[in-house]
């Protein structure tokens, strides 16, 4: 028998051409064990067209994998709407438009982190599409949807035009206050006890590992630790666009001030003071803790380390790099979300 990596039975949602334009799984699983994995083990690898045959077998002898609300979805949905189950059997380049998905909602669903699942060809599986008020619409459908609802005096509202959806249409994880929905992508990792603010925005594939108050932007595949904090519009620097290949990481007890921001990895309990954006070469004056100089250095050679704290002199305008022999604590009480 060979053993399943990931599995799903969700929700496939096509236009009338045929084009899958989105799909919901309410309870993934990953490498699942015992009379789980039989029963998923009866269905073949890939993508799968539930009948109701199926659907009583799941249900007889693994019914976590079928909420009851999915079934009644099910029962009652349209013509464009299918059962359907995903099972991957390896963590291979992603094929599909329904394994896309699969691998967004294990990310949202906290059930792998960042940057540990194979997301290449996501791109050119996730079609373009114009995320309304009444679902996702294929973007060359628009003009016509607008002027249907028009007619049945009917305001069809466009939040977005892109590729990935906001996370809470799909997964809210347990604990967590956001204040603007919009700034969450699916594929997005939010730990129990995290609060994103109105200007925080975190992308697929990025995390806030929790409890953690976000009032920047955590790019795709960076992850920050416990009791980080990331000041209003500040920002991590992602691996998507120039090239870059530094995967960024924040460890635990940061702060990284108001407009500041990091293009290295940090450790535990550092510091970026506001304003100030921390490059890898970036020159960087470290001094010791009686303001004597130690060495001259470029950022990158400071990556990964923890106790720092990073400062702009403002009479010269260097920056320089202290022991920082605080570490912030975060509010419990404003970040207890039960």
Request: glycine share 10%; net charge negative; hydrophobic share 40%.
């Amino acid at each position: 028998m060979t053993a399943t990596f990931a599995f799903a039975v969700g929700i496939r949602n096509t236009n009338g051409a045929g084009l899958v334009l989105d799909c919901l799984y309410p309870a993934p699983v990953m490498n699942p064990q015992g009379p789980v994995a039989d029963a998923i083990a009866e269905l073949p690898e890939g993508i799968s067209t539930l009948n109701d045959a199926a659907i009583d077998a799941l249900q007889s002898t693994a019914p976590s994998l079928i909420p009851p609300v999915l079934l009644k979805n099910h029962r009652e949905s349209s013509s464009n709407q299918e059962m359907v189950a995903v099972r991957l059997t390896n963590d291979n380049d992603i094929g599909s438009t329904e394994e896309a998905y699969l691998k967004l909602h294990l990310l949202s669903h906290r059930l792998t982190l960042p940057n540990t699942l194979n997301l290449n060809g996501i791109f050119a599986h996730l079609p373009n599409l114009a995320w309304t008020s009444a679902g996702p619409i294929e973007v060359g459908e628009l003009p016509e949807a607008l002027l249907n609802a028009r007619a049945q005096g009917l305001n069809l509202e466009v939040f977005s035009v892109d590729k990935f959806p906001k996370m809470v249409n799909y997964v809210v994880p347990t604990g967590v206050r956001i204040a603007d929905a919009s700034r969450i992508r699916l594929g997005a990792y939010l730990g129990e006890g995290t609060t994103v603010m109105h200007e925080g925005f975190v992308n697929f594939n990025a995390a806030a590992l929790g409890p953690n108050m976000v009032e920047g932007r955590i790019s795709q595949g960076v992850t920050i630790g416990a009791g980080t904090d990331l000041g209003g519009s500040s920002s991590t620097q992602g691996t998507l666009s120039g090239g870059g290949e530094i995967v960024i990481s924040i460890g635990e007890q940061c702060l990284v001030g108001a407009n500041a921001g990091t293009g290295i990895p940090l450790g535990d309990r550092c510091t970026i003071e506001a304003g100030l954006y921390i490059t890898a070469g970036t020159p960087v004056t470290v001094k010791d803790e009686h303001g004597e100089v130690v060495r001259q250095v470029k950022a990158r050679d400071l990556a990964g380390h923890s106790d720092l704290l990073f400062i702009r002199d403002a009479q010269t305008g260097q920056v320089v790099c202290r022991t920082n022999r605080r570490a912030i604590e975060l509010n419990d009480t404003l970040h207890r979300h039960n």
